[in-house]
């Protein structure tokens, strides 16, 4: 198991939240602390870029949503990028994609918050 | 730190693979089998009420299996560590991620709440079900085992909505309390299997007490309504109800 680290890159109003490690409840910390980063520098949207995680049990998925109401409270929308065939199948069973827009490439997910 | 990849690490097992509707196997005569076939998967996103977190747990004393062990037997033997009243009858030999398990649930006026659960995830030291529409409530529940200092710590953890307006006045009046005393008592059950004593402890948080209002609509997918329609129709299910 490796810790999870939430790196902040701001790009005008949107957030780039860069996930390395596993993905697990012990990963909210990391997850809530990049949030209020993101937010304190203006984050008007925030996109989750996955391409660095290695691993993501159900106590991660837990963390998204925590983080998805967050971000709702907060009146902000939440993007996910990075994600392998595995990991989307993963949002679409559990139904977050309804919810976290997923894109393919970062900067679609970029232009879409343009 | 463990770079070791390790076998319950691949997602292509680990996982359930996404589905459009749930589909119930074999189940013996005697259970109720509402609800569950034909509905989508719904999580705490599509409930209606308010969004809570709550934590059961349980610290093993007088024995020390490992967490490995206890999951083993959780998952063989799930439902017989449930409260008596309440069924949970699984058409599969042990919890498996993509496995659908039915729930027949006692409720005042010997009446049962016939709903289900889906398993999505299971590793050697924990299993995640999501419940379906109708179901009581929109949510995951995940059941593990670690170690901590020293001792086995057995854990329910729970992301819920009500399901609809209903339930989440059900909820309030006495619901959260109930279900409360289901966990705990299953956890005293597993400890006992195991070989061990313990005292459960219960956190409860609120996440967020919005309630999803443009979900209300959620309530024609009742399963206390829809399994009260269907024993009145069936009076005969009320008098031979399987005992404990």
Not at chain 2, 66 to 85: L, N, Q
Not at chain 2, 96 to 121: A, D, F, H, K
Request: overall charge negative; proline content about 5%; charged content about 20%.
């Amino acid at each position: 198991m490796t810790t999870t680290t939430v790196d902040v890159e701001m790009n005008g109003t949107s957030a780039l939240l860069r996930v390395r490690g596993d993905v697990t409840a012990a990963s909210d910390s990391a997850f809530g602390d990049a949030y209020m980063e993101a937010t304190a520098q203006g984050a008007r949207s925030l996109v989750l870029d996955f391409s660095g995680m290695d691993y993501m049990n159900s106590g991660g998925i837990g963390v998204l949503v925590t983080t998805l109401v967050r971000c709702q409270r907060g009146g902000q929308r939440l993007l996910a990028t990075g994600l392998d065939a595995h990991y989307r199948q993963i949002l679409t069973l559990t139904r977050l994609d309804e919810a976290i827009a997923v894109h393919d490439t970062e900067a679609s997910a970029l232009e879409s918050v343009a | 730190m463990d770079p070791t990849p390790r076998s319950d690490r691949d997602p292509e097992t680990t996982w359930a693979k996404p589905i459009d509707r749930l589909a119930m196997g074999t189940v013996p005569a005697e259970a109720i089998n509402l609800n569950v076939t034909g509905k989508r998967l719904a999580g705490p996103m599509q409930g209606f009420g308010q969004l809570w977190q709550k934590t059961y747990r349980i610290r093993f004393e007088g024995a020390n299996p490992t967490p490995s062990e206890v999951v083993a037997i959780w998952k063989r033997e799930f439902g017989s560590f449930w409260p008596k009243g309440q069924r949970f009858y699984a058409p599969f030999a042990e919890i498996t991620p993509g496995e659908v398990g039915l729930i027949n649930g006692e409720v005042p006026g010997r009446q049962v709440l016939s709903t289900g659960v889906m398993v999505i995830y299971a590793d050697d030291e924990s299993f995640t079900f999501m419940t379906p529409e109708g179901h009581v409530f929109a949510a995951w529940i995940t059941f593990s085992a670690a170690a901590e200092d020293g001792a086995t710590v057995a854990a329910i953890d729970v992301l819920l909505r009500a399901s609809d307006p209903l339930f989440e006045f059900l909820l309030m009046a006495g619901g959260h309390d109930r279900e409360d005393e289901h966990w705990k008592t299953t956890l005293r059950n597993l400890a006992a299997r195991n070989g061990a004593t313990g005292e459960p402890t219960a956190e409860r948080a609120c996440v967020d007490p919005r309630r999803q209002w443009r979900l209300a609509g959620n309530i024609r997918h009742n399963a206390a309504i829809r399994s009260g329609l269907w024993m009145m129709a069936h009076p005969q299910r009320m008098i031979r109800r399987p005992k404990d």
